[in-house]
């Protein structure tokens, strides 16, 4: 059975100033999103679900979707505020979904084989996929899940600090917590400075370049949709009167890994991530696709020569 790959691309992109989804960024134009599902057809990939919001639905498949449909099976799914959540009156003051474990959850009929959660935004690498694909086909069960970590100093930007899922990695290799951190950054400006973060009462913190994080790339058995399903429900019945709280996929992957109902495997990648955080990073994106594509890593028209679909 081939894998699923679902990529969350609802997000506003308010800090990007923009829908930074379909921005092009590629050599010829394509938005970083199209270099994870070209990386996922090359890892052996089946499908692509897309989870965007109703608004953006007719940009999104003139701009992306158009181009990826010929080469693998497309889908899509919406979120919005009230997705899933027909049983609850509408929680007052609140304008935006849950975050991205409400997203998940609002493709739950669209994924029936082991997938893989990522960030529309967030380039990852082959290997990444490459790694991952080899795990949901051979070892992926109801109580065994991955995750693909990036060494911290190889996820900041040039522009401004980030927020980190800081993992905490056992000596088999199964990530035992994750903790979200803020205000990620360089202490200076030279590569050899040290990396902080700053905690919520304005003290420093200083973590290792090496240090693993997550950037949202999850590798799960379909079961987890029941998971995240009560995870959620509670959640909301909680937060019902806080019109920001977000319901994120490490706070379901952490309740599980603490209950014992799961081991999520961490794939450590060595690769440089590359995202889109601030407009200014989009420089820095552009250059490095522009500098892979003349090292032979992608070709320049990313779809000209993938196979098409036979119906």
């Excluded at 200014?280 to 000209?304: C, F, H, I, R, S």
């Amino acid at each position: 059975m081939k894998p699923t790959l679902l990529i969350l691309a609802a997000g506003v992109g308010s800090r990007y100033g923009g829908l930074k989804q379909v921005d092009g960024m590629g050599p010829g134009k394509e938005s970083i999103l199209e270099f994870s599902v070209f990386d996922a057809i090359r890892a052996g990939f089946g499908k692509v679900v897309f989870v965007i919001r109703r608004d953006i639905e007719e940009a999104f498949i003139e701009k992306v979707g158009s181009k990826v449909a010929p080469h693998i099976h497309t889908e899509y799914a919406f979120q919005e505020m009230t997705t899933g959540l027909e049983w609850l009156d509408e929680p007052p003051g609140r304008t935006k979904p849950w975050g991205t474990g409400h997203a998940i959850l609002s493709a739950k009929e669209h994924l029936t084989e082991p997938f893989v959660a990522i960030n529309a935004d967030d380039f990852y690498g082959a290997d990444a996929f490459g790694a991952i694909g080899d795990f949901l086909r051979n070892d992926c069960r109801p109580e065994l899940y991955a995750m693909v970590a990036y060494h911290l100093g190889n996820t900041l930007s040039e522009n401004g600090t980030v927020s980190r899922g800081v993992c905490s990695v056992s000596a088999e290799g199964l990530l035992t917590d994750v903790v979200e951190r803020t205000k990620i950054g360089r202490t200076g400006p030279a590569d050899t400075d040290a990396i902080a973060f700053t905690d919520e009462n304005g003290a420093s913190h200083i973590l290792p370049d090496n240090t693993p994080v997550s950037m949202n790339f999850w590798g799960f058995h379909p079961t987890v949709l029941q998971e995240i399903e009560s995870q959620f429900r509670e959640f909301v019945l909680e937060n019902r009167d806080h019109p920001t709280a977000e319901f994120y996929i490490p706070k379901v992957v952490n309740t599980l890994i603490k209950s014992g109902k799961v081991d999520v495997k961490v794939l450590s990648s060595d690769s440089q991530w590359y995202g889109v955080t601030y407009t200014n990073d989009k420089d820095t994106v552009q250059n490095a696709l522009k500098q892979m594509a003349a090292e032979g890593k992608y070709p320049v028209g990313l779809w000209k020569d993938v196979p098409v679909l036979s119906i």
